[in-house]
């Protein structure tokens, strides 16, 4: 795996998830946010074409 600087609010989030929720909380948090991730690619799409 390669070392990734993650935003510290991100890495909150995440650990807040784990250790409220466990690890079912983390597979919900996983699930959604792959949901989500179409939406917000295709929002960014829709506001800047030739971004990557």
């Known amino acids: 795996m390669t070392q990734r600087d993650y935003e510290p609010e991100i890495v ?3 650990q807040h ?3 409220r ?3 079912g ?3 919900d948090l996983i ?3 792959q949901e ?3 939406i917000a690619r295709q929002a ?3 506001l800047a ?3 990557d």
């Open 25 to 27: 909380g983390l597979e």
């Open 36 to 38: 989500e991730l179409p």
């Open 17 to 19: 998830i784990a250790n």
């Open 31 to 33: 699930t959604l946010a």
């Open 21 to 23: 929720y466990g690890v």
């Open 44 to 46: 960014l799409e829709e």
């Open 12 to 14: 909150e989030a995440v």
């Open 49 to 51: 074409p030739d971004a």
